[in-house]
DNA sequence: ATCTAAAATGTAGCTTAACTACATAAAAAT
DNA sequence: ATTTTTATGTAGTTAAGCTACATTTTAGAT
């Protein structure tokens, strides 16, 4: 099944492309309708590039081919305009109101912007090995950490053994102790962090299924994973240090979480009710 | 160029078209995302037809080619996004595709209707406040202690003082300590945790400065504290555990932090450009 | 019913486009 | 300066779409 942003996919992956690449990908930008009825032959050409070029663009951008390409780019070519605007960094004399739209216009955009990453084949396989696992290792440093938490807290509302490691010392001696049975979910804005790149070296040497959940691009972690998943960057503003990754990081596991729920129907509903009454003002 | 409403075309022209031509149209209406990535040859198989009498239906339908159909049918087999339609709780027998779009809906609202409550005056006077405490403390259970550590994570980019406390005991111990100088950031989203309670209560008489993140309602928390921030409830599904209302406090955390950076505008650019640096790649 | 003409459908081979594997060139690291 | 890694291109393979023609089916006329 392709998926249905192309057009989204190429302007968020486009920083992170080879520059032959983005040769490319600017020409697709600038003459979006074209593309439509064009051989790949003659793209390498209009844009002095190789087929070759074009085809490693397409895997870069985790679309199978120069076909898929055309067929996402179809999708997306005539729902264009929420996408489009881009927001600048903040500036230094931003008022109050000034600033409060534009970090709820960037998380919410965030979301919005992950929803077109999300290949629904993974995400399908993701939940599935999450299910079948008997234990969860979710790993991540720094800002990722916090996302591994919830989705911790998560699991023990239904019940499911899951434990979040967020410094590299755990992570690696609970690596160590991983079999086929498990699964690891990697949190890596970056994709690559040292430390989780290492456990989860370890853990595919366990023969535990690897899952990663990083920014768009291609790397380390996901390169190494059974399934990728990814969540938007966005992360336009250096300077606001407001990490909107972390929001569509958590719209990710949100989704793994209820994906794994809505398996059990009956007995989650009837877990998370307990949990909840439990936890009942507080 | 190719036309971007092959479904429809479809639809309309079906009864013009020749017997076994309209077995291929039903059968593309009916299997409207696998025709996508499926060969003609593959298409002739399932219908019983021929390689040939698809072409000609393409032909028919006015439209150049099998490939081109595709393309159509692609950009019209994508009009649902993000809509605006109210969505209920979760149903037992929820496809993935809708629990993307259900979950993604939810967090992202959560961000819309909290802009909805946020009080400028209260948000200028919380920020005020931080900038000027000695130390912050952010204290939160559950939930709420992962909004409590992404804040402490973003102070510590910027250098200011923020230990964030998500256990009773040391919650408690540490609110013995606090003076005037210090405020505490209360985060609950029903603003009647016990435990938060009690620390704020020893904080006030301590004549710390309190701060409150809850849910929009009359809460404990909320009467006990110098100024009130609230964050969406929307916490519609009991059922999906997702908790959307974590997303919300996430974007008020985001939207103090951003503010409280940008009244030492230089020096938090340059602070947070270096911690950026120091955790590249990480 | 039988024959003929027209319409509908299928078969096989041709053409073109997409993709792969390998080779070369450029850039980084040692 | 040398090796290793990364980026890009070339040429050949595979596979998909399409065309021309053959066959079958249908319908109307005798």
Redesign the pocket.
Known sequence: MPMFNGMERIKQGISTL????QKVANYIINNTKAILDM???QLAKNT??????I??M?RSLHI???????LSISASANQDGITTDRYEDIAADASLSQIIKFISHNNYRSIESTLALIDENSMEKAISLLDQARKIIVIGVGASAIVAFDFEQKCKRINKWCEALTDSHTQLTSAVHLDDRDVVLAISYSGETIEIIDTVKIAKRNKASIISLTGYSSNKVQSLANVNLYASPLEKSIRSGATASRIAQLNIVDILFTGLASLNFEQSVDFLDKTREVIQNR
Do not use: H, N, V, Y
């Open positions: 080879r520059p032959s690449e051989p790949i032959a002095k590039t190789s087929e070759a070029t085809i490693r397409c199978k081919g120069f076909r898929e390409l055309k």
